[in-house]
Nanobody
């Protein structure tokens, strides 16, 4: 099994920056892809960014050029650097780890962007 724990959320004004962290533990050797998803009130959970074991990244169109996903293998941590934040980025952000056995989710961290 894999456990993931997010941190780094908070409140910021539009145009500001935040960095989210996701620490993975357990059978981390089995993780193929890690990613960030978000869910705003009344909306479905959506993909924000993913990074594969090989380092390939993918982003939602709405965050391209503003968000960067990267990792520190020594710390078993994946980060989401969020710049030029907009009010529409307000959501609970979830870390996800995918293995051949299934997907594992963190508890989420709130990001609130005020105009």
């Amino acid at each position: 099994h894999v456990q993931v724990v997010e941190s780094g959320g908070g409140s910021v004004q539009a145009g500001g920056s935040l960095r989210l962290s996701c620490v993975a533990s357990g059978t981390i050797f089995s993780i193929n892809v890690m990613g960030w998803y978000r869910q705003a009130p009344g909306k479905q959970r959506e993909l924000v960014a993913t990074i594969t074991r090989g380092g390939n990244t993918k982003y939602a169109d709405s965050v391209k050029g503003r968000f960067t996903i990267f990792r520190d293998n020594a710390k078993n941590t994946v980060y989401l650097q969020m710049n030029s934040l907009k009010p529409e980025d307000t959501a609970v952000y979830y870390c996800n780890a995918k293995t051949v056995m299934g997907a594992y989710w963190g508890q989420g961290t709130q990001v609130t962007v005020s105009s």
